[in-house]
């Protein structure tokens, strides 16, 4: 019978693999072109990249207090994160709502029909390079999981939180 395989020992010897190397340096220019990419896009739709990040934010999340878009981009609650939604309110990409079940709090939400028109069309080449093979989605789907809990925890760090 066959020992059992030390997928530590292997994942260790992985991380030192010319594989492994190759691929922290590509993600690390993934990541560069990323910022350059988000930086251009910004620019052309005459919007700063934190407006495009919570335009981001609020196309995954759906409406959210300012309060709630501020935590989750990381810039404080008031005075910054009030800039960002006049900004967005001004261009047409957002507006601001009452809660139906409290009519103090305010919600930001995207206008669907601008952000389609305005930003998806910059995104269209990204989507058009990711596979269409379920083994492949799957393995790349595990692994972009995994690296973003691991960015969470680098910025809880990074920020002083965690």
């Not at 693999?17 to 190759?22: E, G, I, L, V, Y």
């Not at 709630?68 to 047409?92: F, M, N, S």
């Not at 930001?108 to 995104?123: G, H, I, M, N, T």
């Amino acid at each position: 019978m066959p020992a059992a395989k030390d997928t530590r020992s292997d994942a260790r010897a992985l991380r030192g693999s010319d594989t492994a190397r190759a691929l922290r340096d590509a993600l690390r220019a993934q990541a560069t072109a990323t910022v350059v990419f988000h930086s251009a896009v910004a620019a052309r739709l005459g919007i700063t990249v934190t407006d495009l990040s919570a335009l981001n934010m609020l196309s995954m999340a759906g409406p959210l207090t300012p309060g709630q878009l501020a935590d989750r981009l990381g810039i404080t609650r008031g005075g910054a994160v009030t800039t960002v939604v006049d900004r967005l309110e001004k261009a047409g990409y957002v507006r601001r709502s009452r809660d139906a079940e409290d009519r103090r709090r305010v919600r930001v939400e995207l206008v669907a029909v601008r952000a389609e028109v305005a930003v998806a069309p910059l995104f269209g080449a990204i989507g058009q390079s990711i596979p269409d093979d379920e083994e492949t989605l799957t393995t790349l789907l595990a692994f972009v999981e995994t690296l973003n809990a691991a960015l969470e925890r680098g910025t809880e760090r990074a920020a002083g939180r965690g």
